[in-house]
């Protein structure tokens, strides 16, 4: 199956690409927002907070998205196998010093860190058993660690999103050294 999805990646590179792209944009415009609270003058009016805003607008794109999953006649392995293969693609070009040594920059290993990130939270909210538990395709302890070895000022914001965006972390079928290892510093 992960062969499959191997082709499939290579056949729609640029469709990779752009689901890349949209990665990167949504947890940098996250990153972003926490570091300067943009107010909503309209909301602020109904009595609001900036914080109940985005809880209520993720609660409406996490609906919105199982909709969109259910309704859909592919089976979720297809999304769950290709979202593992995007997150662990990326994983190995951080954690490889001959590949990561061909980074133009700085950005780039903060992109790749994104979309790794991003993958694993969309992972984590479409299969049903998520992706902190033994079973799954990710390598999170990997990952995790690939994340902590980066500098903390860099990925704070992600280790953030992977605490407290994704739905399974506090699990009872998490492990507990995965729960260690995203405990705040």
């Known amino acids: 199956v992960n062969d499959i ?5 290579e056949q729609k590179q640029a469709l990779a690409r752009q689901f890349a792209h949209i990665l990167h944009f949504t947890l940098r415009f996250d990153e972003l927002k926490v570091c300067s609270p943009i ?3 309209c909301e602020q009016r109904a009595g609001q907070s900036d914080v109940s805003v985005l809880r209520q607008r993720h609660a409406d794109a996490e609906d919105a ?13 297809n999304t769950t196998d290709c979202l593992s293969t995007m997150a ?3 994983k190995v070009m951080l954690e490889t010093p001959e590949y990561r040594s061909r980074f133009a ?3 780039t290993v903060l992109f790749c860190l ?3 990130v991003g993958v694993i939270i969309l992972y ?7 992706a902190f538990v033994k079973t799954c ?4 302890k990997g990952c995790i660690r690939v994340l902590k070895e980066q500098p903390p000022s860099s990925v704070e914001g992600l280790l953030n999103a992977l605490r407290y965006t994704t739905k399974h972390l506090n699990d009872e079928a998490t492990s507990k050294q995965i729960k260690n290892m995203l405990q705040p510093n």
């Not at 998205?65 to 392995?77: A, F, L, S, Y």
């Not at 395709?137 to 999170?140: L, S, Y």
């Open 137 to 140: 395709n990710i390598d999170m």
């Open 114 to 116: 994104r979309v790794m």
């Open 88 to 90: 662990s693609v990326c």
């Open 124 to 130: 984590d909210h479409v299969h049903p058993a998520g």
């Open 5 to 9: 999805n191997n082709v499939h990646l």
């Open 65 to 77: 998205q199982r909709r969109h999953v259910k309704n859909v006649d592919v089976p979720i392995e």
């Open 39 to 41: 107010s909503y003058p």
């Open 105 to 107: 920059s700085e950005e």
